[in-house]
């Protein structure tokens, strides 16, 4: 995920492809990174709501100018 704007978004909803659980690998925002610290600390959990042309999608913090890589750390596709 990319925010390529000067704006930060505290509930940003993204669709994703799979229902499970998120885990954030990389954030631009990290201290290492010399960023603010402003983190995805927890896992994150796909909820069922349609956005992006997807059937779920997960709600997290995004920081101005900042990248986020998220690895599914399980997943169970739903049947319809």
Known sequence: VLNLS??????????VPYH?????LI???A???EGSGSL????????VKQKDG???CI?????????ILFQISKRK???K
């Open 31 to 33: 201290e290492i990174y």
């Open 59 to 67: 709600e997290i913090r995004l920081a101005p100018l900042s990248g």
């Open 77 to 79: 596709i739903k049947e």
């Open 27 to 29: 954030h631009t925002e």
């Open 6 to 15: 000067g704006r930060s978004y505290e509930n940003y909803q993204i669709g």
């Open 40 to 47: 995805n600390l927890k896992t994150i959990h796909s909820v």
């Open 20 to 24: 499970g659980k998120f885990k954030q």
């Open 54 to 56: 997807f059937d779920q």
